[in-house]
């Protein structure tokens, strides 16, 4: 099995989530409530496309972010940015099928031509570094 896994568009993140395709091919709104992760996350590391805003509902998980452990907890938001190196770790009995919340994506494209692609930048909670 391939460790690094690439995720180009908000359509290959749906299909590896197991979840039905999306309506627009740029953004999603994805409820974690309705879907069964099919996908066996452990010691794989995922690149991603587009951002993410992730609210996490239940099951405490650590990912793998940077240079360190981003802690998951109840509650916590998390924001990717494209070109971001993160690894999911399984804490005790749980597992991907369990995780529980809600994530808003969206590819790059969706905002190239307007002012906030060039304000991007300057929203530091997108970035770990």
């Given at each position: ?12 993140l ?90 808003l ?22 970035s770990?570094?």
């Amino acid at each position: 099995m391939k460790n690094i896994i690439e995720i180009e568009s908000i359509n290959q993140l749906h299909k590896a989530l197991g979840h039905i395709l999306p309506k627009h091919p740029l953004i999603s709104m994805v409820n974690f409530n309705e879907i069964n992760i099919s996908i066996e996350a452990s010691n794989i590391k995922f690149i991603t496309g587009y951002y993410a805003v992730i609210f996490k509902q239940q099951t405490h998980c650590e990912f793998k972010y940077g240079r360190g452990n981003y802690d998951f907890e109840e509650g916590s938001l998390m924001f990717l940015q494209p070109g971001q190196v993160i690894k999911y770790d399984e804490i005790g009995e749980t597992d991907m099928s369990s995780f529980k919340g809600w994530g808003l994506f969206f590819h790059p494209d969706l905002i190239r031509k307007s002012f906030l692609a060039d304000k991007m930048k300057d929203y530091t909670f997108f970035s770990y570094e």
